[in-house]
């Protein structure tokens, strides 16, 4: 396959929509248990919307996510972002 198909498969619709399609996270708890048996730093290949980037980093984990994806990670920057202002919301 061309590079601009995977430029094209994972913007736009698939990645507004990537979290719907994907509602749950059976996996991540396997993946938390991955990072407590081998440690940090973590590098995620294909981090995309941070399915499962956030619940490790989440767990105090050091993690870096990389996607070819900019729409992709501009959603998973804003989840960031968002979980942080919730965090700081329910602290006060």
Do not use: W
Not at 41 to 70: Q, Y
């Amino acid at each position: 396959m061309n590079k601009e198909h995977y430029k094209s498969e994972y913007e736009g619709f698939f990645a507004e929509f990537y979290d719907i399609l994907q509602p749950t996270v059976h996996d991540a708890p396997a993946y938390v248990k991955f990072a407590k048996e081998f440690g940090d730093p973590i590098l995620e290949l294909g981090c995309g919307t941070g399915r499962l980037l956030i619940p490790i980093a989440k767990k105090g984990f050091k993690i870096t996510g990389i996607d070819s994806s900019r729409e992709m990670l501009a959603i998973c920057r804003s989840k960031i972002l968002i979980k942080a202002a919730l965090d700081v919301l329910i602290s006060i």
